[in-house]
Nanobody, 126 residues
């Protein structure tokens, strides 16, 4: 059982930045690709970014490309999401996720991930 705990959300003005972190309990953390998703009120959960096991390869949802950066530290069992130039439409609950069976490139469907954190709220004011 992999436990994931997100932190770092908050309220920020448009154009600002936030860094989200996700801590994993699994001692074999480096064996899993990791992903970030978000869910805005009334909308489906959507893919934001993912990173492979070593941290060398990443992929992003088109609307965040160039503004968000995903990274990981396998020595600390953490994955981060640095979000720059935030927009009001970025307001959502952000989740980190993984699954022992996914391979790179990671799927974009949240249904294919078994392990989720509790989420952290990001609110961007205009």
């Amino acid at each position: 059982q992999v436990q994931l705990v997100e932190s770092g959300g908050g309220l920020v003005q448009a154009g600002g930045s936030l860094r989200l972190s996700c801590a994993a309990s699994e001692r074999t953390f480096s064996s899993y690709a990791m992903a970030w998703f978000r869910q805005a009120p009334g909308k489906e959960r959507e893919f934001v970014a993912s990173i492979n096991r070593s941290g060398e390869t990443t992929r992003y949802e088109e609307s965040v490309q160039g503004r968000f950066t995903i990274s990981r530290d396998n020595t600390k069992n953490t994955v981060s999401l640095l979000m720059n130039n935030l927009k009001p439409e970025s307001t959502a609950v952000y989740y980190c996720a993984t699954d022992k069976n996914i391979v790179w490139p990671t799927p974009r469907s949240p249904r294919l991930y078994d392990y989720w954190g509790q989420g952290t709220q990001v609110t961007v004011s205009s």
